[in-house]
């Protein structure tokens, strides 16, 4: 985003503010996805290890 040199110090703010607001709900979004790979991995490795179905939950 470009800031051009007229804008006020508080709209230069608020719309820092706001790109990270944007940027920080994307961190948890991808952070989120990452956790439910992990926990669907070691949902496929406790299956392969116990010869038992997919039917288990792991609590992170």
């Given at each position: 985003?470009?800031?051009?040199?007229?804008?006020?110090?508080?709209?230069?703010?608020?719309?820092?503010?706001?790109?990270?607001a944007?940027?920080?709900?994307?961190?948890?979004?991808?952070?989120?996805?990452?956790q439910?790979?992990?926990?669907?991995?070691?949902?496929?490795?406790?299956?392969?290890?116990?010869?038992?179905?997919?039917?288990?939950?792991i609590?992170?």
């Amino acid at each position: 985003m470009e800031i051009s040199g007229s804008m006020s110090i508080a709209a230069q703010e608020m719309a820092i503010n706001k790109s990270q607001a944007g940027f920080d709900v994307l961190t948890k979004t991808l952070q989120k996805t990452e956790q439910h790979q992990q926990n669907e991995q070691q949902r496929l490795q406790v299956a392969e290890q116990t010869g038992k179905g997919m039917n288990i939950d792991i609590k992170a």
